[in-house]
C-alpha cells in the first residue's frame, strides 16, 4: 500500500523523502502508518527500478542534501497496475488499501474508477453474507459492536453506489 500512495502522490508533485511523509501521514494515517525506517528504503527501491528519478537535490534547513523525486512513465504504468489490482487480502486490509485508491481517482478514467467501485461493493456485500451466516453474539455488547460493524459496511455500500451515480453522470457528459 505503500508503493500504491508513494507513487500516487508523486503524480501530483515532485517531493523530497521528508514532504512525503508528511502528505502520507496527513492524506493516509487512517489507512497505513509510515515511518522513516520504510520511506526511504522505499524510495530507493523505487528509483533502482526506474519508477522514479531524482528531479534535483536541494539544501534543506540543516545542511543536509534533500532528494527531490518525481515518477516516471514506467511508474505510472505501475500506479496503474496497483490500482486496478485486486489482491486477496484481509477485510481491514481490503478496506485501507481501497481507501488509499479512491483518494487518487482523478487519475482515472470513469469507467476505471467505476470497476474499482463495483469491486467494492462486492466484497462489501460478501461481508454481510458472511455476518449473516455466522451465529450472532448473545452478549450484548458484542452483538452491538456486530450490529455497528453491518451499519457501516452498509453506510459503506450506499456510499459507492452515489459514487458510481455521479461516475455515470461524468461519462454521460
Known amino acids: 500500500m505503500l508503493e500504491l500512495a508513494t507513487l500516487g502522490l508523486l503524480q501530483g508533485e515532485s517531493l523530497h523523502g521528508y514532504r512525503l511523509k508528511q502528505k502520507l501521514e496527513l492524506f493516509m494515517s487512517g489507512c ?3 515511518n522513516y525506517g520504510s520511506i526511504y528504503p522505499l524510495l530507493r527501491r523505487l528509483e533502482q527500478k526506474g519508477l522514479i528519478y531524482i528531479v534535483k537535490e536541494k539544501e534543506g534547513k540543516k545542511g543536509s542534501l534533500r532528494k527531490i523525486y518525481n515518477i516516471t512513465d514506467k511508474g505510472r504504468e505501475r500506479w496503474k497496475e496497483k490500482m486496478m489490482e485486486h489482491p486477496h487480502e484481509s477485510w481491514v486490509h481490503a478496506r485501507s488499501r481501497f481507501m488509499i485508491k479512491f483518494f487518487f481517482f482523478s487519475y482515472l478514467e470513469p469507467e476505471e474508477r467505476i470497476k474499482l467501485l463495483e469491486n467494492r461493493i462486492i466484497k462489501c456485500h460478501l461481508r454481510l ?10 452478549d450484548s455488547y458484542q452483538s452491538s459492536a456486530w450490529e455497528r460493524c453491518c451499519s457501516v459496511i452498509q453506510d459503506e455500500i450506499n456510499w459507492l453506489n452515489r459514487q458510481i451515480k455521479l461516475e455515470g453522470k461524468l461519462i454521460s457528459r
Do not use: H
Not at 453474507?129 to 448473545?138: F, G, N
Open 32 to 34: 497505513i502508518s509510515v
Open 129 to 138: 453474507e458472511d455476518r449473516e451466516l455466522k451465529e450472532l453474539p448473545t
